[in-house]
């Protein structure tokens, strides 16, 4: 049986953790978010988390050999599709993700990256109103309220901000982004692979775009 890669690629902030999550309520397939992943090692205080902590605070990446393992769980198991969310993120981890595709999954396997393009003046507006839960769940105050103020609609929990959504924070990330991220375009570009989706659309809208270049890959 084959399997689908989906990987959403894109500055902080412009939905990539939003259209994973809608895509994995229409299709099942499996989310891998690095971002989620390493947050859930912080939270329950694993060796691994302590050291991730003194990066993400900062809006730096975390160093690439503490990512082989996490992502290469997600990938084992008999998933039908993989979607990743903030990996690869640059030259060295699209390298170590290639070698775990080789292991994982088939060679004729479909692969696509979907580039979610988002201006940097939209992402500091978004990340600013973003809310968060520890479910994963993902708010904006404005384009995506939850239902009761500051209460997850999922799971009821409090929600919170970031502590990487801060102004100063967010423009590292989005330094980061822009330095370590091109090659990676280049890459899934040359292999006819990228999708370009602007990103500077409602949420809703941007999923049924998403939905409709799966459809005529006929992917799903
Ligand atoms: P990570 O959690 O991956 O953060 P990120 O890539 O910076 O992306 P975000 O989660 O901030 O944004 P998003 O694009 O998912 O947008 P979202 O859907 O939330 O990583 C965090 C940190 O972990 C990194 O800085 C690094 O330290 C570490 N890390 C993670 N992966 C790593 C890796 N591979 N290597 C090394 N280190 C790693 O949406 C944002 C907001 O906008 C929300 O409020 C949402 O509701 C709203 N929104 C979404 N779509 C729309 C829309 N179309 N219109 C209006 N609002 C929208």
Redesign the pocket.
């Known amino acids: 049986m084959s399997k689908t890669v989906i990987i959403f690629f894109?500055p902080?902030?412009?939905?990539?953790?939003?259209?994973a999550e809608l895509l994995v309520k229409k299709t099942g397939w499996k989310k891998i978010?690095?971002?989620?992943l390493?947050r859930f090692e912080v939270a329950a205080g694993t060796k691994l988390g302590k050291l991730a902590n003194k990066?993400?605070g900062k809006?730096?990446?975390?160093p690439?050999r503490l990512?082989i393992d996490l992502v290469d769980k997600g990938l084992r198991g008999r998933a039908r599709g993989f979607i990743f969310?903030?990996?690869?993120?640059n030259l060295k981890?699209l390298k170590d993700l290639l070698l775990m595709f080789k292991k994982r999954i088939k060679l004729s396997d479909p692969v696509y990256a979907f580039l979610v393009a988002v201006s940097d003046a939209e992402v500091k507006q978004?990340?600013g109103?973003?809310?968060s839960c520890a479910c994963g769940a993902?708010?904006?105050l404005k384009?995506?309220p939850p239902i009761n103020d500051g209460i997850c609609d999922i799971c009821g929990k409090k929600l919170f901000t970031r502590n990487?959504d801060k102004p100063k924070v967010i423009a590292h990330?989005l330094k980061v982004y822009h330095q370590q991220g091109k090659p990676i375009i280049d890459y899934w570009q040359k292999q006819g692979k990228l999708i370009g989706i602007n990103?500077e659309?409602?949420?809703a809208k941007?999923h049924e775009e998403i939905m409709a270049r799966l459809k005529e890959l006929k992917l799903i």
């Open positions: 894109g902080p902030g412009s939905g990539k953790g939003t259209q978010s690095t971002g989620d390493l990066y993400l809006g730096k990446l975390v690439d990512l969310d903030g990996y690869p993120r981890q978004r990340l109103e973003r809310r993902v708010y904006h384009y995506n990487d990330r990103g659309q409602p949420i941007i």
